[in-house]
């Protein structure tokens, strides 16, 4: 079982819609949730970061943990076809002083105009 | 402020070569990671530097790969020699070094080794 599940899609929603990305994990060490976007050919970027439970939002993206189901989810509100990309969850905890991230195979986004 | 940068690439060699990619990390990030993602399966951690320390290679396939990170700037990732299932996209990340900005890796956009 990999320690980081996420559904590849394509999951395809018309513009203005609420989108919903999600991301189970078996480890309960994970502390700090990352979700990164990518568009074709280019390197993840970051979008949003939270570190233990609760949520965070940053403009149209909300990001939630749950860490009692081991379950994060990335809301974009209003999407738009810029928004059209992989999204990928990433998973990091504090053991041995390393700071690597566990990734998910990312979920592929297309918004329709 | 300039991003992670990669070279080359791209890059095509025949099995039995050597191939190095380098990455220059942002400006004052301490942290530097390597990872790769081959083709239909996620980015996987090959090994994270502190400055000019290796400080987790877990990552690493084999001896074949070998990183380097002189003076604690650049890094290089040497694949000798190369084989078909060394062909991926190579990705370079960096962070700093305080607080939670550690957990903020900015990455690179990768280096696509392809090995015939």
């Known amino acids: 079982q990999k320690e980081v599940e996420q559904d590849p899609g394509p999951l395809s929603v018309p513009e203005g819609a609420i989108v919903s990305l999600n991301c189970t994990y078996s480890?309960?060490?994970?502390?700090?949730f990352m979700w990164y976007r990518q568009y074709s050919r280019k390197g993840p970027e970051l979008l949003m970061y939270?570190?233990?439970?609760g949520n965070k939002e940053d403009g149209r993206f909300t990001a939630q943990v749950d860490k009692s189901s081991k379950y994060i989810s990335l809301f974009i509100r209003d999407s738009q076809p810029s928004d059209s990309a992989t999204y990928l969850c990433?998973?990091?905890?504090?053991?041995?002083?390393?700071?690597?991230?566990?990734f998910g195979t990312g979920t592929r986004l297309k918004v329709l105009a | 402020e300039a991003g992670v940068t990669q070279f080359p690439s791209h890059s095509v060699i025949e099995k039995g070569q050597t191939v190095t990619l380098r990455c220059d990390p942002i400006?004052?990030?301490?942290?530097l990671y390597w990872y790769r993602r081959v083709m239909g399966k996620e980015i996987k951690f090959l090994l994270h530097?502190?400055?000019?320390?290796?400080?987790?290679e877990s990552g690493m396939p084999n001896n074949r790969f070998l990183a380097e990170r002189t003076g604690g700037t650049y890094s290089t990732l040497k694949v000798q020699p190369a084989e078909l299932e060394d062909s991926g996209v190579y990705f370079c990340?960096?962070?700093?070094?305080?607080?939670?900005?550690?957990?903020?890796?900015?990455f690179g956009p990768g280096t696509r080794l392809t090995v015939t």
């Open positions: 990340a960096s962070s700093q070094a305080i607080g939670l900005s550690r957990y903020e890796q900015y």
């Open positions: 480890n309960s060490a994970f502390q700090y």
């Open positions: 939270t570190y233990s439970s």
């Open positions: 990433a998973m990091s905890h504090t053991t041995s002083g390393t700071y690597k991230y566990i």
């Open positions: 400006s004052g990030h301490d942290n």
């Open positions: 530097f502190v400055k000019e320390s290796k400080q987790d």
